[in-house]
C-alpha cells in the first residue's frame, strides 16, 4: 500500500511534473490488464466484464451504480450500440466490486489547468492519469463521470464481444467473416441464415478477442438518441428493488441511533428498550447502539427509549463559532492560489470603481429520498453485504476491515439506490451493518436509519465564506480577486476513504472560482482551509455549489457597477475565454428573450457555472405574486459536447437545477450544542409540485470533450435566482438560504 | 392477537402490536416493499397507499385504525400489466432515482379518481405533499394529464 499511497501523494500535488513523475511512476501497475470479474456460464461466454452471453440471453453488465442518473441505460446502450441488440432484449445488471470496474474519469479532475482549456496533449494525460483510479480502487460513482468513462470502454466491449460472435459464425457456417453482417441479437449470413448469439455464445468464447474498430458517429443508432430507461418500468410498478427491500431469508430489522455529536459514546442503558414487545437486542456500536426487532419501526420506538451518555463534539457547538472558525480560515497562509494573472494584490487600478462584497453559505445535508440502510449477514468465514452505494469497492473494503476478513470473503450487492447526491460515496453506514452482523453471526440483519438520524449524522456540504474585490472600468472588470474559506471535504475524504493525508494545493476546494472564464486582467483567486472538524463530504457539485454563487453573484454586481447588462457583461469577458461557453449563455440569452428589461412585478438573473467538463449556462424568472414570490421559469444551455442520450441529459439538468433551487431557497444544516438543530423535512424543505418552475432545457455540442451531466446543473442556480431577486426586489442577498431574505410563495 | 386486513383484495394477518404504522406491517411483515419509506412523519408521501380509494399516508395509519381495503403500489398494477396511469409513467419517462414514484403515483391515482381531468393548479393542490429530490415534477405533471386524457377517452 505504501507505493500507491505514494503516487496519491504525488498525484494530488497539482503541479505538472509532480503529475506526470505520478503517473509515470504508476504506469507498470496501472498497464496490466484487469481480471474479469465474471466468470462464464455454462454453454455460453463471458466476453469480458461487460458482456455475458448464454442460451437464455445477453446480459450486459453496468459499471457504475444507478442512482437516478440514468447511467444503467446509457452505459448499457454504448455496449448495444457496437453489439447489435436492443436494449429491451437484454438483461442489464450492477457490476460486483471489481478493478475492472475502476472509474478512469474521476481522477483526471485532478489535472493541473483550468480545464476548460486543456487541449488534446492535457486530455491524453488526463487519461493517463485516470488509470490510477484502479490503483485506488476507485470504483466510484460521482464526479459526473460515468460517460466521460464509459463511453469509449464500453463501445470497444461491445464490439469485441460482435467479432468473436461473427468470428463463431464464420467458423460454423464456412462463410467469410467479411460477408456477415449483425443485426438485433443475431448474426445473418448473406443467404438469410440467422444465428442467434444466444446459440454461438459458447464457440465464441474460445475464439481470440481482437481489438475491432469503433463505429463512426454517423453509423450511431442508439447514442445520441433518446433511450427508454431500463430501470422505469420497475419503478413505476413498485417492483425495483433498493437497498431497504432486500429481504434474505430470516431477516431481522435493526435501527440505529448515534451520537448526534458526532463522537462516542460513554454509556448505554437498554433496560427499558429490552422490555418493549418485538425488541431482540441492544447492541453497542462505538459511537451508536442498534436496536434489532422484528420490524423496523418496533426497533425505531425502542432506540428512542434507549438511555445514552454521549461524548462531546469536536466542533465548536454553536453554528456562530463554526462560521467564527471558517472567518479566521482567511487570516491563515492560502491553502492555494489556482490563479494570478495580472497584479491582482495591488487592488483596483488607477481610476477604476472598486466593488466589494462578502457571501456566506450554510452547511447542507443530502437527504436523499431513501434513508440509509444496509443489510448484513456474517457467518465467521463470510460477510454478505447488500448496501445502495456510491463505490463498491471502498464501501467492501472498509466492511472487510471492520470484521476483519480479507476482501473477497465480503460479497457485496449494490441494489438500486434512492438517491445518492454524493452521500452514498461514504460507507458509515456500511461499515456499522457490518459492525452489527459481527455480533450476531449467522442471522441477516438490515440496519435502517430514520429520516432523523439520516439528515443529523450526514456529511455535509461545508458552510463556506467569501471575500470578493473587485474593479470596473470602461464598462470592463479590471479586477476579480477572489477568497473562499471552508473547510476542506478532499482532505476529509481522502482521509476517510483511503487514510491517507491529502497535501498540497486544493484545487476541488476553489472549483468554478479558480476556473470561472472569465478573462480579467488582474485575476486572482486563493482558496482556505476552515480548521473545523464537522464531518463534511462531497454534496452534487461539490465546491462547485458554493464558489458558483460567490462567483456568478459577484459578476452580477459588477455588471450594475459598470452599467453594463449582466448577461452581455459575461459575454464580454467569456467569447474569447472560452467561446463554448459564450454559446451557452447566448443560448438562454436567446431561448429567454433575454432584453435586460423586465416588467414591474418581475425580474430576471443570469447565473454560469463551469464545473465537471460542462459549461453550463442558466436565466431564471421570478414572479411577484399575492402569496410571495415564485420562480416562473428557468431556461438552461449546456454543453457536454456529446449528450449521449439528450432525454436523461436534459433531466439531469433539470434535476441538478432543482436540487441547488431547494438549497438556495430553504435549505440549511445549523448547530446548537454541538448538534445539528435539523431533524426532519419539514425543518429541511424542497422545492414541491407547486413550487417548481418551467424548465427549458438545450443542448449544445460544441465542446471536442465529453463533459459531466449529474453535477453541472446545480451550481449555476443560487446566483441566477440571487440575481433575479436583485432585479426584482433592488435587494442584493448575499447569504443563502435565500428565504432568510425574501418571502417565498410557499 | 392477529389482527386481519384486506390488501390488494388479499386477506392478510398479522401479530404485530396494533400501534405499528400499516407502512411498516406491511414493508416488513407482509414483504410488500413497493410502499416507501421517506421520513415517518407524513412530509414527504412516498409511502402513500389508497384506503378505500383515498389516498393516505402509510406511515400515520395505525394498524389498530385501518379502517378499510388497502391498496398499494403493487396492487394498482404489475410490469406485465401497468395501469394507465402506471404505463403513462414509462411513456414520459418520469422517474429518476424512483424511490418516491410509489407515492407519487398512488397520490396520482387518487386524484384521478376524484377528478379526473384536473387543471394544472388540481395538480398543484393534490400533489404538493409528495417530495422529490430528483426534481421529476414537470414529468410526473405531464404523465397525469396523459393518463387522464387516456381514461377519459
Same mark, same amino acid.
Given at each position: 500500500?505504501?507505493?500507491?499511497?505514494?503516487?496519491?501523494?504525488?498525484?494530488?500535488?497539482?503541479?505538472?511534473?509532480?503529475?506526470?513523475?505520478?503517473?509515470?511512476?504508476?504506469?507498470?501497475?496501472?498497464?496490466?490488464?484487469?481480471?474479469?470479474?465474471? /466468470?462464464?456460464?455454462?454453454?455460453?461466454?463471458?466476453?469480458?466484464?461487460?458482456?455475458?452471453?448464454?442460451?437464455?440471453?445477453?446480459?450486459?453488465?453496468?459499471?457504475?451504480?444507478?442512482?437516478?442518473?440514468?447511467?444503467?441505460?446509457?452505459?448499457?446502450?454504448?455496449?448495444?450500440?457496437?453489439?447489435?441488440?436492443?436494449?429491451?432484449?437484454?438483461?442489464?445488471?450492477?457490476?460486483?466490486?471489481?478493478?475492472?470496474?475502476?472509474?478512469?474519469?474521476?481522477?483526471?479532475?485532478?489535472?493541473?489547468?483550468?480545464?476548460?482549456?486543456?487541449?488534446?496533449?492535457?486530455?491524453?494525460?488526463?487519461?493517463?492519469?485516470?488509470?490510477?483510479?484502479?490503483?485506488?480502487?476507485?470504483?466510484?460513482?460521482?464526479?459526473?463521470?460515468?460517460?466521460?468513462?464509459?463511453?469509449?470502454?464500453?463501445?470497444?466491449?461491445?464490439?469485441?464481444?460482435?467479432?468473436?460472435?461473427?468470428?463463431?459464425?464464420?467458423?460454423?457456417?464456412?462463410?467469410? /467473416?467479411?460477408?456477415?453482417?449483425?443485426?438485433?441479437?443475431?448474426?445473418?449470413?448473406?443467404?438469410?441464415?440467422?444465428?442467434?448469439?444466444?446459440?454461438?455464445?459458447?464457440?465464441?468464447?474460445?475464439?481470440?478477442?481482437?481489438?475491432?474498430?469503433?463505429?463512426?458517429?454517423?453509423?450511431?443508432?442508439?447514442?445520441?438518441?433518446?433511450?427508454?430507461?431500463?430501470?422505469?418500468?420497475?419503478?413505476?410498478?413498485?417492483?425495483?428493488?433498493?437497498?431497504?427491500?432486500?429481504?434474505?431469508?430470516?431477516?431481522?430489522?435493526?435501527?440505529?441511533?448515534?451520537?448526534?455529536?458526532?463522537?462516542?459514546?460513554?454509556?448505554?442503558?437498554?433496560?427499558?428498550?429490552?422490555?418493549?414487545?418485538?425488541?431482540?437486542?441492544?447492541?453497542?456500536?462505538?459511537?451508536?447502539?442498534?436496536?434489532?426487532?422484528?420490524?423496523?419501526?418496533?426497533?425505531?420506538?425502542?432506540?428512542?427509549?434507549?438511555?445514552?451518555?454521549?461524548?462531546?463534539?469536536?466542533?465548536?457547538?454553536?453554528?456562530?463559532?463554526?462560521?467564527?472558525?471558517?472567518?479566521?480560515?482567511?487570516?491563515?497562509?492560502?491553502?492555494?492560489?489556482?490563479?494570478?494573472?495580472?497584479?491582482?494584490?495591488?487592488?483596483?487600478?488607477?481610476?477604476?470603481?472598486?466593488?466589494?462584497?462578502?457571501? /456566506?453559505?450554510?452547511?447542507?445535508?443530502?437527504?436523499?429520498?431513501?434513508?440509509?440502510?444496509?443489510?448484513?449477514? &456474517?457467518?465467521?468465514?463470510?460477510?454478505?453485504?447488500?448496501?445502495?452505494?456510491?463505490?463498491?469497492?471502498?464501501?467492501?473494503?472498509?466492511?472487510?476491515?471492520?470484521?476483519?476478513?480479507?476482501?473477497?470473503?465480503?460479497?457485496?450487492?449494490?441494489?438500486?439506490?434512492?438517491?445518492?447526491?454524493?452521500?452514498?460515496?461514504?460507507?458509515?453506514?456500511?461499515? &456499522?451493518?457490518?459492525?452489527?452482523?459481527?455480533?450476531?453471526?449467522?442471522?441477516?440483519?438490515?440496519?435502517?436509519?430514520?429520516?432523523?438520524?439520516?439528515?443529523?449524522?450526514?456529511?455535509?456540504?461545508?458552510?463556506?465564506?467569501?471575500?470578493?474585490?473587485?474593479?470596473?472600468?470602461?464598462?470592463?472588470?479590471?479586477?476579480?480577486?477572489?477568497?473562499?474559506?471552508?473547510?476542506?471535504?478532499?482532505?476529509?475524504?481522502?482521509?476517510?476513504?483511503?487514510?491517507?493525508?491529502?497535501?498540497?494545493?486544493? /484545487?476541488?476546494?476553489?472549483?468554478?472560482?479558480?476556473?470561472?472564464?472569465?478573462?480579467?486582467?488582474?485575476?486572482?483567486?486563493?482558496?482556505?482551509?476552515?480548521?473545523?472538524?464537522?464531518?463534511?463530504?462531497?454534496?452534487?457539485?461539490?465546491?462547485?455549489?458554493?464558489?458558483?454563487?460567490?462567483?456568478?453573484?459577484?459578476?452580477?454586481?459588477?455588471?450594475?457597477?459598470?452599467?453594463?447588462?449582466?448577461?452581455?457583461?459575461?459575454?464580454?469577458?467569456?467569447?474569447?475565454?472560452?467561446?463554448?461557453?459564450?454559446?451557452?449563455?447566448?443560448?438562454?440569452?436567446?431561448?429567454?428573450?433575454?432584453?435586460?428589461?423586465?416588467?414591474?412585478?418581475?425580474?430576471?438573473?443570469?447565473?454560469?457555472?463551469?464545473?465537471?467538463?460542462?459549461?453550463?449556462?442558466?436565466?431564471?424568472?421570478?414572479?411577484?405574486?399575492?402569496?410571495?414570490?415564485?420562480?416562473?421559469?428557468?431556461?438552461?444551455?449546456?454543453?457536454?459536447?456529446?449528450?449521449?442520450?439528450?432525454?436523461?441529459?436534459?433531466?439531469?439538468?433539470?434535476?441538478?437545477?432543482?436540487?441547488?433551487?431547494?438549497?438556495?431557497?430553504?435549505?440549511?444544516?445549523?448547530?446548537?450544542?454541538?448538534?445539528?438543530?435539523?431533524?426532519?423535512?419539514?425543518?429541511?424543505?424542497?422545492?414541491?409540485?407547486?413550487?417548481?418552475?418551467?424548465?427549458?432545457?438545450?443542448?449544445?455540442?460544441?465542446?471536442?470533450?465529453?463533459?459531466?451531466?449529474?453535477?453541472?446543473?446545480?451550481?449555476?442556480?443560487?446566483?441566477?435566482?440571487?440575481?433575479?431577486?436583485?432585479?426584482?426586489?433592488?435587494?442584493?442577498?448575499?447569504?443563502?438560504?435565500?428565504?432568510?431574505?425574501?418571502?417565498?410563495?410557499? | !392477537?392477529?389482527?386481519?386486513?384486506?390488501?390488494?383484495?388479499?386477506?392478510?394477518?398479522?401479530?404485530?402490536?396494533?400501534?405499528?404504522?400499516?407502512?411498516?406491517?406491511?414493508?416488513?411483515?407482509?414483504? !410488500?416493499?413497493?410502499?416507501?419509506?421517506?421520513?415517518?412523519?407524513?412530509?414527504?408521501?412516498?409511502?402513500?397507499?389508497?384506503?378505500?380509494?383515498?389516498?393516505?399516508?402509510?406511515?400515520?395509519?395505525?394498524?389498530?385504525?385501518?379502517?378499510?381495503?388497502?391498496?398499494?403500489?403493487?396492487?394498482?398494477?404489475?410490469?406485465?400489466? !401497468?395501469?394507465?396511469?402506471?404505463?403513462?409513467?414509462?411513456?414520459?419517462?418520469?422517474?429518476?432515482?424512483?424511490?418516491?414514484?410509489?407515492?407519487?403515483?398512488?397520490?396520482?391515482?387518487?386524484?384521478?379518481?376524484?377528478?379526473?381531468?384536473?387543471?394544472?393548479?388540481?395538480?398543484?393542490?393534490?400533489?404538493?405533499?409528495?417530495?422529490?429530490?430528483?426534481?421529476?415534477?414537470?414529468?410526473?405533471?405531464?404523465?397525469?394529464?396523459?393518463?387522464?386524457?387516456?381514461?377519459?377517452?
Amino acid at each position: 500500500m505504501a507505493n500507491f499511497k505514494k503516487i496519491a501523494r504525488r498525484t494530488f500535488l497539482i503541479g505538472s511534473a509532480a503529475i506526470v513523475g505520478g503517473a509515470a511512476f504508476g504506469a507498470w501497475y496501472v498497464s496490466r490488464p484487469a481480471e474479469n470479474p465474471l /466468470k462464464s456460464p455454462e454453454g455460453g461466454a463471458a466476453f469480458n466484464p461487460f458482456v455475458m452471453i448464454d442460451q437464455n440471453g445477453v446480459t450486459l453488465i453496468a459499471k457504475h451504480v444507478e442512482m437516478g442518473q440514468g447511467s444503467r441505460t446509457t452505459l448499457a446502450a454504448l455496449i448495444a450500440e457496437e453489439l447489435d441488440v436492443r436494449l429491451e432484449d437484454v438483461k442489464v445488471l450492477q457490476g460486483q466490486p471489481a478493478q475492472a470496474y475502476y472509474n478512469s474519469a474521476l481522477l483526471g479532475e485532478v489535472l493541473p489547468g483550468k480545464g476548460y482549456d486543456r487541449g488534446d496533449f492535457a486530455h491524453a494525460l488526463g487519461e493517463t492519469l485516470g488509470v490510477l483510479g484502479k490503483v485506488l480502487n476507485m470504483q466510484v460513482t460521482g464526479g459526473s463521470s460515468a460517460m466521460k468513462d464509459g463511453f469509449t470502454e464500453m463501445r470497444l466491449a461491445g464490439a469485441s464481444a460482435r467479432e468473436a460472435l461473427k468470428d463463431a459464425a464464420s467458423a460454423r457456417l464456412g462463410v467469410a /467473416k467479411a460477408d456477415l453482417k449483425t443485426e438485433n441479437g443475431q448474426v445473418i449470413a448473406p443467404d438469410g441464415t440467422a444465428l442467434a448469439y444466444t446459440e454461438l455464445a459458447a464457440e465464441a468464447g474460445q475464439m481470440d478477442l481482437s481489438e475491432p474498430e469503433l463505429r463512426p458517429a454517423s453509423e450511431w443508432k442508439y447514442i445520441g438518441k433518446n433511450m427508454p430507461r431500463v430501470d422505469m418500468a420497475a419503478k413505476a410498478t413498485g417492483t425495483a428493488e433498493y437497498g431497504m427491500d432486500v429481504r434474505p431469508e430470516g431477516l431481522k430489522f435493526a435501527a440505529l441511533r448515534a451520537n448526534p455529536r458526532r463522537s462516542g459514546m460513554t454509556s448505554f442503558d437498554a433496560a427499558a428498550a429490552l422490555t418493549m414487545p418485538g425488541v431482540e437486542g441492544v447492541y453497542g456500536l462505538g459511537d451508536a447502539i442498534a436496536v434489532v426487532a422484528n420490524n423496523t419501526w418496533i426497533a425505531m420506538q425502542a432506540a428512542e427509549a434507549v438511555d445514552i451518555t454521549w461524548g462531546a463534539a469536536n466542533y465548536p457547538n454553536k453554528t456562530d463559532q463554526i462560521f467564527a472558525r471558517i472567518e479566521q480560515g482567511f487570516d491563515t497562509e492560502a491553502n492555494s492560489t489556482m490563479r494570478d494573472d495580472g497584479d491582482a494584490g495591488t487592488g483596483a487600478p488607477e481610476g477604476s470603481t472598486p466593488v466589494e462584497a462578502s457571501y /456566506k453559505v450554510p452547511y447542507l445535508a443530502h437527504a436523499a429520498m431513501e434513508p440509509l440502510n444496509t443489510t448484513a449477514l &456474517y457467518t465467521g468465514d463470510h460477510l454478505e453485504i447488500w448496501s445502495g452505494n456510491q463505490g463498491p469497492m471502498l464501501h467492501r473494503q472498509h466492511a472487510a476491515t471492520e470484521v476483519g476478513l480479507a476482501e473477497e470473503n465480503v460479497t457485496l450487492h449494490t441494489p438500486y439506490l434512492g438517491g445518492g447526491f454524493g452521500r452514498r460515496g461514504d460507507f458509515d453506514y456500511t461499515v &456499522y451493518a457490518a459492525r452489527l452482523a459481527k455480533l450476531m453471526p449467522d442471522t441477516p440483519v438490515m440496519l435502517t436509519w430514520s429520516r432523523e438520524e439520516d439528515m443529523r449524522h450526514d456529511f455535509y456540504r461545508p458552510g463556506a465564506l467569501a471575500r470578493m474585490k473587485g474593479a470596473v472600468q470602461d464598462g470592463r472588470a479590471v479586477l476579480l480577486d477572489g477568497q473562499v474559506s471552508a473547510q476542506s471535504t478532499t482532505v476529509q475524504i481522502m482521509k476517510r476513504w483511503m487514510d491517507f493525508e491529502a497535501g498540497g494545493p486544493d /484545487k476541488g476546494h476553489v472549483d468554478a472560482l479558480f476556473n470561472a472564464p472569465y478573462a480579467i486582467e488582474n485575476h486572482r483567486v486563493r482558496g482556505y482551509h476552515a480548521d473545523v472538524d464537522v464531518p463534511v463530504g462531497a454534496w452534487r457539485s461539490v465546491a462547485a455549489s458554493f464558489n458558483a454563487f460567490f462567483q456568478d453573484s459577484f459578476m452580477d454586481e459588477m455588471a450594475h457597477a459598470a452599467g453594463v447588462d449582466p448577461l452581455e457583461f459575461r459575454l464580454q469577458h467569456m467569447r474569447e475565454e472560452f467561446p463554448e461557453g459564450a454559446a451557452c449563455l447566448e443560448k438562454v440569452r436567446d431561448m429567454s428573450g433575454w432584453t435586460g428589461e423586465t416588467p414591474e412585478g418581475v425580474g430576471r438573473g443570469v447565473g454560469f457555472a463551469y464545473s465537471f467538463g460542462t459549461p453550463v449556462a442558466q436565466v431564471v424568472e421570478v414572479v411577484q405574486q399575492d402569496s410571495g414570490i415564485h420562480v416562473k421559469k428557468v431556461w438552461i444551455a449546456c454543453d457536454m459536447g456529446t449528450a449521449l442520450d439528450p432525454s436523461i441529459v436534459k433531466a439531469q439538468m433539470s434535476g441538478g437545477m432543482v436540487y441547488g433551487l431547494s438549497a438556495a431557497i430553504y435549505e440549511e444544516i445549523t448547530f446548537s450544542g454541538g448538534e445539528v438543530e435539523q431533524f426532519n423535512f419539514p425543518d429541511f424543505d424542497a422545492t414541491r409540485m407547486h413550487t417548481m418552475p418551467e424548465v427549458e432545457v438545450a443542448i449544445l455540442e460544441g465542446q471536442k470533450h465529453l463533459g459531466g451531466a449529474g453535477e453541472p446543473g446545480t451550481p449555476p442556480i443560487a446566483p441566477a435566482l440571487a440575481n433575479a431577486l436583485y432585479d426584482l426586489t433592488g435587494t442584493r442577498a448575499r447569504e443563502l438560504p435565500l428565504n432568510k431574505t425574501f418571502d417565498f410563495k410557499y | !392477537m392477529a389482527t386481519r386486513l384486506t390488501v390488494n383484495g388479499k386477506t392478510l394477518e398479522t401479530d404485530l402490536p396494533e400501534d405499528v404504522p400499516l407502512l411498516w406491517v406491511l414493508r416488513d411483515e407482509f414483504n !410488500m416493499t413497493g410502499t416507501k419509506f421517506g421520513c415517518g412523519v407524513s412530509a414527504c408521501g412516498a409511502c402513500t397507499v389508497h384506503i378505500d380509494g383515498e389516498s393516505q399516508r402509510s406511515c400515520q395509519v395505525r394498524l389498530g385504525d385501518i379502517w378499510g381495503e388497502v391498496t398499494t403500489i403493487e396492487g394498482l398494477g404489475t410490469p406485465d400489466n !401497468m395501469a394507465v396511469l402506471q404505463q403513462a409513467w414509462v411513456d414520459h419517462q418520469v422517474a429518476q432515482c424512483g424511490w418516491c414514484q410509489s407515492g407519487q403515483i398512488m397520490q396520482a391515482a387518487s386524484l384521478l379518481q376524484q377528478n379526473p381531468k384536473p387543471t394544472d393548479q388540481d395538480i398543484d393542490d393534490a400533489m404538493q405533499g409528495n417530495l422529490c429530490r430528483c426534481g421529476t415534477y414537470p414529468r410526473i405533471r405531464a404523465a397525469i394529464h396523459d393518463a387522464a386524457s387516456k381514461i377519459g377517452g
